[in-house]
């Protein structure tokens, strides 16, 4: 049984850094290809970023690149979101998603495993 359980949300001020971390538990960590998604209140869950088994290859949507760092740490079993130059739009629940294969991908749909979602509140 794989659990993902994420942590490091919390309430900030815009141009703040927050950095959320995702503790895997279960199967083979370096199996599963990582993502995170957020979901504003009254909208979709979207994408954010994602990573592959190997940490080699990442994404991210658009609106992030450059501020925002996905990584892992195998040793630790832990993925990590670094947030840098929060806005006030980036509020939402993050969410960490496993997908048991070495490509990460973009889809929601295609990640199999879900964590509870930790609040991050950018505050203008």
């Known amino acids: 049984q794989v659990q993902l359980e994420e942590s490091g949300g919390g309430l900030v001020q815009a141009g703040d850094s927050l950095r959320l971390s995702c503790v895997y538990s279960?199967?083979?960590?370096?199996?599963?290809?990582m993502g995170w998604f957020r979901q504003a209140p009254g909208k979709e869950r979207e994408f954010v970023a994602a990573l592959s088994t190997s940490g080699g290859r990442t994404s991210s949507t658009d609106s992030v690149t450059g501020r925002f760092t996905i990584s892992r740490d195998t040793a630790k079993n832990t993925v990590y979101l670094q947030m840098s130059s929060l806005k006030p739009e980036v509020t939402a629940v993050y969410y960490c998603?496993?997908?048991?294969?070495?490509?990460?991908?973009?889809?929601?749909?295609?990640?199999?495993?879900w964590g509870q979602g930790t609040q991050v509140t950018v505050s203008s």
């Open positions: 279960g199967r083979t960590f370096s199996m599963y290809a």
């Open positions: 998603a496993g997908r048991p294969s070495s490509i990460h991908s973009r889809y929601s749909h295609d990640y199999t495993y």
